[in-house]
């Protein structure tokens, strides 16, 4: 699985606990942004947003540098062929 990470300014807040399919390994997230993130300094936490069930997406929120905290938006690549097939079957009725 592939997360794009993107820093930003939310508006939408609706969010929920990660559901159980789209859950991924919250450490080996902490670990590439410890490796990767100028001023990371851990303190997770993730939450789904409600909508955007074919290419979930989430919420981040990390502890940086000074204290501060920081909001990314992680948008996860929809698994295997289902959504192609889908976009397939939709664009066809067309």
């Known amino acids: 699985m592939r997360l794009k990470l993107v820093a ?3 508006t939408y807040a609706n969010t929920v606990p990660v559901m159980e399919r789209h859950r991924f390994d919250i450490g080996s997230l902490d670990r590439y942004l410890r490796q990767h993130l100028d001023g990371y300094r851990g303190g997770l936490e993730v939450r789904q947003f409600d909508s955007g069930h074919s ?3 989430f919420f981040v929120s990390a502890e940086m540098a000074g204290g501060k905290r ?5 948008a996860q690549e929809a698994a295997g062929t289902l959504v ?3 976009t397939r079957s939709i664009a066809s009725s067309a």
């Open 8 to 10: 930003a300014m939310l």
């Open 55 to 57: 290419n979930p997406t």
């Open 84 to 86: 192609v097939s889908a």
């Open 70 to 74: 920081q909001d990314f938006r992680a």
